[in-house]
Nanobody, 115 residues
Framework: QVQLVESGGGLVQAGGSLRLSCAASGSIFSLFPMSWYRQAPAKQREFVAS???????NYADSVEGRFTISRDNAKNTVYLQMNSLKPEDTAVYYCYVRIGILDYWGQGTQVTVSS
């Protein structure tokens, strides 16, 4: 059973920074791409960023150049460094991994950006 636990959310002023962490259980973590998604109130969950097992990254246009995804396979952890935060970045942020046909999500961490 894979478990994902996010942390690092909080309240920050526009222009500020936060770093989210997602700790994964299980020794197979390093084999799979990891992603971050977010869901704002009354909106659908949307893709934010992903990182392959080899470290290749992909970003949503809305966060390109401001957010950086990284991973530490030795610690079974993926990070999301968020800089130049905007009020529209306010959302619950979720960690995600797909293993075979199974999807695993963390419980989410709230990020609130005040103007």
């Amino acid at each position: 059973q894979v478990q994902l636990v996010e942390s690092g959310g909080g309240l920050v002023q526009a222009g500020g920074s936060l770093r989210l962490s997602c700790a994964a259980s299980g020794s197979i973590f390093s084999l799979f791409p990891m992603s971050w998604y977010r869901q704002a109130p009354a909106k659908q969950r949307e893709f934010v960023a992903s990182i392959s097992s080899g470290g290749s990254t992909n970003y949503a246009d809305s966060v390109e150049g401001r957010f950086t995804i990284s991973r530490d396979n030795a610690k079974n952890t993926v990070y999301l460094q968020m800089n130049s935060l905007k009020p529209e970045d306010t959302a619950v942020y979720y960690c995600y991994v797909r293993i075979g046909i199974l999807d695993y999500w963390g419980q989410g961490t709230q990020v609130t950006v005040s103007s």
